[in-house]
């Protein structure tokens, strides 16, 4: 069991800063995922606490011992790619013993060992098969197993799923997370896939250019994004563009049509002028005496269709109508959008930052 503790960690390659000044403390056997677009700085930061990366400043500490001089072997590491990076040559079994042999476990333990690691991600009976003779999604297992079996202190994983087909990834995602849960291994996972993050996270670290814009388990950036980057990373949403006005020292939004409300009680005391409203898909639906709308059109997906709108402000919406409540709308239909207030988050629109202190009652 370990903490990782990343002290005000930078990482420059020549004049490029591409982590300008990092901290997080990662949780004991907790799935700690690092979010963000491409070129955000996710690898980078997995490679320094793997120890391939030089570090220009800051501390990686692992349980409180600064690790910034260990090699990478002396780190106590598992690591998962996206490459399964497996021995061709070698059976399943034996790319997982591999890591066993080198630190010079015996025989028997060793094949104890790599039977419990193979069971553990449901690969025992294909123990024999050459990686050649795997799907893409076995492989990963094996590569899975091989990490898990050296009994780690600390499993890194950079985008492990990226290879496999959209049905492979959700299964395999599942597959990575009991692993997890079940060895308790202190976990950092990259990938830059908002969904991946959400299933398999106790906690995420959204990232952008660099720099750390929010952590929080995946409900908490979900409902409460620190700002406008990450509301729009994570998930859908719609940015609506309001000003606060100011009415017998109560701070209220005017949304059009008639359509207004008090916040006083969920923003920061002070806050004024102009700000965006993160209004998520699930807070919109079709109900009398909301804003006036016009369908430009839906998109049928199954379960539920996607249905875009737009607002007399010109603004455009987003929302989800049930295929089974909804036979579908027509462009141009005129309709009436109800908002879920409570699930609004504000932003002040000069910083982009949330404003919020307490959900909109
Ligand atoms: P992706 O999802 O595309 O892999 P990432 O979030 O993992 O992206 P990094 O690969 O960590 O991002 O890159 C962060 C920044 O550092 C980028 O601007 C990238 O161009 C730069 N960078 C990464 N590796 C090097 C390198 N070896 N030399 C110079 N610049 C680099």
Do not use: W
């Not at 400043?57 to 690591?79: E, H, L, Q």
């Not at 949304?255 to 409300?261: E, I, M, R, T, Y």
């Not at 639906?285 to 839906?298: K, M, N, T, V, Y």
């Not at 409540?325 to 932003?347: C, H, Q």
């Amino acid at each position: 069991m370990t903490t990782i503790s990343l002290n005000a960690l930078r990482k420059e390659y020549g004049d490029q800063v591409a982590i300008p000044n990092l901290n997080i403390d990662i949780r004991d056997g907790e799935f700690f995922t690092l979010l963000g677009p491409s070129g955000c700085g996710k690898t980078t930061l997995l490679r320094m606490i793997a120890g391939f990366n030089s570090i220009e400043s800051g501390t990686i500490s692992f349980d409180d011992v600064v690790v910034n001089d260990r090699s990478p072997s002396a780190r106590n590491i598992g690591m998962v790619f996206q490459n399964y990076a497996l021995f061709p040559q070698m059976s399943a079994a034996k790319n997982v013993a591999f890591g066993l042999q080198t630190r010079s476990v015996d025989k028997p333990e060793r094949a104890q060992r790599v039977n419990e690691a193979l069971a553990a991600v449901h690969m025992d009976h294909l123990k024999d098969r050459l990686p050649g003779a795997l799907s893409g999604g076995q492989q990963q297992r094996v590569a899975l197993a091989r990490a898990l079996v050296i009994r780690p202190a600390v499993l890194l994983m950079d985008e492990p799923l990226s290879n496999l087909d959209a049905k492979l990834r959700v299964e395999m995602r599942d597959a990575i997370r009991e692993a997890q849960r079940t060895s308790e291994i202190t976990t950092v996972y990259v990938t830059h896939d908002q969904e991946e993050a959400m299933a398999v996270s106790d906690r995420i670290a959204v990232m952008n250019l660099g720099v750390v814009q929010q952590v929080g388990s995946p409900a908490e950036i979900y409902r409460n994004p620190a700002n406008t980057f990450v509301a729009q990373f994570i998930g859908k949403t719609n940015l609506l563009t309001r000003n606060i006005l100011i009415q017998n020292g109560a701070s209220m939004i005017d949304f059009g049509d008639g359509v207004s409300k008090d916040v006083t009680s969920a923003i920061n005391a002070g806050a004024k002028g102009e700000v965006r409203i993160s209004v998520r898909p699930e807070a919109v639906r079709i109900a009398e005496g909301g804003l006036s709308a016009e369908i430009i059109d839906e998109t049928f997906l199954g379960s539920h269709s996607q249905v875009r709108a737009r607002l007399a402000s010109g603004e455009t919406v987003e929302f989800l109508e049930f295929s089974h409540r909804s036979s579908g709308r027509d462009r141009g239909e005129k309709v009436s959008l109800a908002l879920d207030f409570s699930m609004l988050t504000l932003f002040d629109a000069e910083t982009g930052e949330s404003i919020m202190r307490g959900a909109i009652t």
